[in-house]
């Protein structure tokens, strides 16, 4: 029995030492190979593929990517911008020769709680507000006569389909559509709130707050092509009818529901008229 374990004992050594043997050994023949020029080569596309990982290639490719990303998004595009136009189909009050019975005319209707915005085409006209179709048009048209023996006519005011090309980076171009769509949208919400006020389906608190997140909105859109607005004349002339607008929405007056009811006809009248002067005047080059 005593023989046995020795021998045993023995044999585990002799194991021992072969692994040793063959890891030197091993370690020897990757040397020699990565010395020589053919050896690097098998080392390079055989022996370090298994054994080590490469993590300079995925740094490259990693580093290709972002390239190809940062190329994407700085590359100069030309775009075309297209908006589909409307009308709008005003209630005048009155129309004038001078500005300042028109003037007067306004003021006075404000009291009543009518928009009081004066157009100039050649004639200053006194708008109360305005409708999406001629049919409310005609509708509001005889309850003004009937309820509050006020005369009235439809005045329309058109925006013609605006098209024009900018041309920027993608994310800024984005940003310019953006910025349209946020305005259009605006004038038709402000306009529905309007409406809803003048129901009683909202009360002035409420049109409040929602004309707040509208200005906010506006605000966040228009920041956003500062910068493209600078260098483009069309992006530049849309950019500071945008601040004007926002301007209107800051001095909105909530004292008197009445006065407040006016002030939220005023500026949908308002962004509707400078948006259409804006239209017709890039439509017409």
Known sequence: MRYIKKRRRKRDGGNRSFFAITVIVCGLLIYALYASSAGKWIMDNYIQPVFFEDKSVNTDVTEKKQDTENKDNSEQVQQTMSYDGFTMYAMQIGAYSAKENADAAAEDLKKK?????????????????????????????????????????IYTVTVPRLDFKVTGEQKNLTAVDSAFKSYISAKDKVGDLAVKLDKSELTKEQV????????????????????????DEKLGQFHSLSKDMIKLFEGLNDSDETVFSANVKNIYV???????????AVVAG
């Open 113 to 153: 709680g009518g928009a009081g915005y004066v157009l100039h085409d050649g004639t200053y006209r006194v708008l109360a507000f305005g409708y999406g179709s001629q049919g409310e048009a005609n509708t509001v048209k005889e309850q003004l006569k009937t309820a509050a023996s006020m005369d009235s006519s």
């Open 270 to 280: 308002e962004m509707v008229c400078r948006y259409s002067d804006y239209v017709k």
């Open 208 to 231: 409040k707050t929602e004309m707040d997140a509208i200005k906010k909105e506006m605000q966040e859109k228009i920041n956003a092509i500062d910068k493209l607005a600078g260098s």
